[in-house]
Structures are given as structure tokens and as C-alpha cells.
């Protein structure tokens, strides 16, 4: 057998090699054979690992967002229709504002690792395209759905 030297170096690292963070919430159970946290579940996966509070709807970040709507997101998405992708009108009805940021801004991991979106994936056959927003942008976005919808949640 042969000696190498590295080889405890490895095994020290090893149990924390692939963690980025430590998890305070235990694995959620929702879901039969996932690894998401509750929080996941919920929320999305991706950079938003906070909930966001929202307020009264602020207009000024409402216009931006519609502008970036139109340009970034309406060629697959309509308010009140089936298009390519789902329609968006009630979407922050249905989902919390991290959870929209959160695919917007990471769809990729959120089509292999989140249940919904596999689910809207298998049923929409079009895999949302990762748009190289910012997490300002996607917050824009979030208050420009929300005065789409009609019960318009935080209001």
C-alpha cells in the first residue's frame, strides 16, 4: 500500500467540503424524498433566504418593474392567460415574494430541486430562461405583479 501524505489533510476537510452554509431549520418532510427546508419549500431556493415584508405597494418600483416585465419577461408570460409560460396576474397571490425572486433570479436549481416548479415544468414543457437579473430588478418585478393581481397581498 502506498503512503500519501495528504490523505489526513482530506479526511479533515472532507465533512465540510460542499457546505456553504449551515442549516437552522431541519429538513422539511412535506414532501417525501426531498432534501428542502421548510423555508425552501415555501420560499424557492435561491439567493432570497429571508422572507420579504412587503408594505403598501410603492408605485416608483412598480413602474420599474413593469418596464422590466415587458422587456424581460412578457414574450412568455401574460397576466391572465396560459402562454408559454404560466400566467402571472395572481401569481403573488399564489406565492410569496421571496419565491418569485428566488425564480426569477435562480431558476435553473429551482427547475431540478424545487416540487411546484418541476410540477409547472412537466405541465408548461418551457423551462424559464435565467435573465441575468439583479436581486433589485426581481424585487421590482415582485411589486409590478403585485398590482396586477387582484387581491394585491400586503396591501
Not at 406565492?95 to 424545487?114: C, D, G, K, T
Request: glycine letters at 8%; a neutral charge.
Amino acid at each position: 500500500m502506498r503512503h500519501t501524505p495528504w490523505l489526513p489533510l482530506l479526511i479533515l476537510l472532507a465533512p465540510g467540503c460542499g457546505k456553504s452554509e449551515a442549516r437552522s431549520e431541519p429538513a422539511a418532510t412535506a414532501v417525501a424524498g426531498t432534501d428542502l427546508t421548510a423555508f425552501q419549500l415555501e420560499h424557492g431556493i435561491g439567493p432570497v433566504t429571508e422572507p420579504i415584508q412587503l408594505g403598501p405597494v410603492d408605485k416608483k418600483l412598480a413602474e420599474e418593474g413593469a418596464e422590466i416585465f415587458t422587456l424581460k419577461c412578457s414574450a412568455c408570460h401574460k397576466m391572465a392567460e396560459r402562454y408559454v409560460g404560466p400566467p402571472l396576474g395572481e401569481v403573488t397571490v399564489r406565492r410569496s415574494p421571496a419565491f418569485i425572486m428566488n425564480q426569477v433570479l435562480n431558476p435553473e436549481e429551482m427547475y431540478q430541486r424545487h416540487p411546484v416548479v418541476r410540477q409547472l415544468l412537466g405541465e408548461y414543457m418551457t423551462q424559464m430562461p435565467n435573465l441575468a437579473l439583479t436581486r433589485d430588478q426581481a424585487r421590482q418585478i415582485v411589486e409590478y405583479l403585485r398590482t396586477q393581481a387582484s387581491g394585491r397581498p400586503g396591501n
